[in-house]
């Protein structure tokens, strides 16, 4: 008989583990933040060990910070607030949460937040209701307050481009997970709106010699631009000569090859090898294993697909999981 592992709190909307996945943080409709952890190592139980107030209104999303800057996690509330919060050591009260950053509240909605590791430092990149992306860059590795604005800007190829009146009910933001000395920093953006220059998904890459973000790939066919993106998920690379990135809408999820060679303009190759259909409603969520060779994704349907490639490059459903009546 299966056995749960936890048990969450009531009023919770929404859940991430941490990297090693021995901790999950959760937000509550309350505005509160949980962090369960398994106090047995021989067990694999969680129990609540903390349990704080965050902001007065509901936690949308939890986004757990790299591992090596601690235990800390990034909260979006629906009052458009975007806060940072760490776990601290102090001898007088032992382990305990503490706000230590709120960024600067806009009238527009943080709708996605992703961390990335650059070249010289961490980066967070937030995306906005109105369209716009703001990209911080974390300044001392061993505060976690010190935060600058790097860039602003909106997803769009042509970068003079503004649209007054977007708005926008999500986003997908999704970092390249390689880290090198050689490679810059990028990751892929898509959002779903009712400007369709914004839906599109592009990949967007640090240029070190301007000091800038420029896109240099767009993922969408001429008749899909307007198709609205609910989630992007950018594959770890173990050898390929390509990237691997999908991209959900509602016409399913495409799977493209991004090169790696740009052209004279700067701009990389882009190759939709397959769009997979399956899901009978939106989907939500994208991971891919380490390997980035199995794609888990699901969504309202409240079914997770699993996909992989055959030795022929062709996609296709290699498991569905279903939760337990």
């Not at 890459?205 to 993106?229: G, I, M, N, T, Y």
Request: with cysteine.
């Amino acid at each position: 008989m299966d056995k749960p592992i936890l048990t969450l709190d009531k009023g919770t909307r929404c859940t991430a583990w941490n990297y090693s996945g021995q901790r999950m943080a959760a937000g509550l409709a309350d505005g509160s933040l949980v962090v369960y952890d398994s106090t047995d190592p021989a067990s694999s139980v969680f129990t609540r060990t903390s349990r704080f107030k965050v902001q007065d209104s509901s936690i949308l999303k939890v986004v757990w910070v790299p591992p090596e800057y601690g235990d800390a996690v990034a909260c979006i509330s629906a009052d458009g607030t975007l806060s940072l919060l760490e776990e601290v050591m102090e001898d007088s009260e032992g382990h305990h949460w503490k706000m230590c950053k709120s960024f600067d509240r806009s009238t527009s909605q943080v709708l996605d937040v992703q961390f990335g590791d650059g070249q010289t430092c961490l980066k967070l990149v937030a995306a906005y209701s109105d369209g716009h992306i703001k990209i911080y860059e974390l300044l001392d590795t061993l505060e976690l307050e010190k935060w600058q604005l790097q860039a602003e800007f909106q997803n769009v190829i042509d970068l003079v481009s503004k649209f007054g009146n977007a708005s926008c009910l999500s986003a997908s933001i999704s970092w390249n997970p390689q880290r090198s000395e050689v490679q810059q920093s990028s990751f892929v953006l898509g959002f779903s709106s009712n400007t369709p220059p914004l839906n599109s998904p592009k990949v967007w890459e640090f240029d070190l010699d301007h000091q800038r973000w420029l896109p240099v790939a767009e993922l969408s066919l001429p008749e899909d631009k307007s198709d609205q993106v609910y989630a992007v998920s950018w594959a770890p690379n173990i050898g390929r000569l390509y990237e691997l990135i999908a991209v959900a809408t509602q016409k399913g999820i495409s799977i493209w090859h991004l090169g790696s060679n740009p052209d004279p303009d700067g701009r990389l190759s882009v190759q939709r090898v397959s769009l997979l259909s399956g899901h009978d409603s939106e989907v939500w969520e994208m991971e891919w294993d380490m390997s980035g060779m199995t794609l888990a994704s699901t969504g309202s349907d409240g079914v997770v697909r699993l996909w992989q490639s055959n030795v022929n490059g062709e996609w296709h459903e290699q498991a569905i999981l279903t939760p337990a009546s």
